[in-house]
């Protein structure tokens, strides 16, 4: 069973920085692509970022490209989003996701977490 848990959300004024990470358990991830998603109020969710867990191969939305890096720690088992140059728009409750693959992907996603709240002030 694959468990997804969020952390690191929290309230940061604009321009600063925030880090969110995604502890990943119930199997070995390295053939499967990781991605983080967000959602705002009255909007749908929409692709922030992904990375193949194996290959390291990264994919960035063009809203967050420069700003924001995804990463992974294999030995923690752990995905990170590292923002900085937050903006109000980035306000939302960002989501961990996980799909079986091979490459990196925006799409297909049928794991998912609980998400975490990031708020970012004016």
């Known amino acids: 069973q694959v468990q997804l848990v969020e952390s690191g959300g929290g309230l940061v004024q604009t321009g600063g920085s925030l880090r969110l990470s995604c502890a990943a358990s119930?199997?070995?991830?390295?053939?499967?692509?990781m991605g983080w998603f967000r959602q705002a109020p009255g909007k749908e969710r929409e692709f922030v970022a992904a990375i193949q867990w194996n290959s390291g191969s990264t994919l960035y939305a063009d809203s967050v490209k420069g700003r924001f890096t995804i990463s992974r720690d294999n030995a923690k088992n752990t995905v990170n989003l590292q923002m900085s140059s937050l903006k109000p728009e980035d306000t939302a409750v960002y989501y961990c996701a996980a799909r079986l693959s091979a490459v990196v992907r925006a799409t297909g996603y049928n794991y998912w977490g609980q998400g975490t709240q990031v708020t970012v002030s004016s």
């Open positions: 119930g199997r070995t991830f390295s053939s499967y692509a």
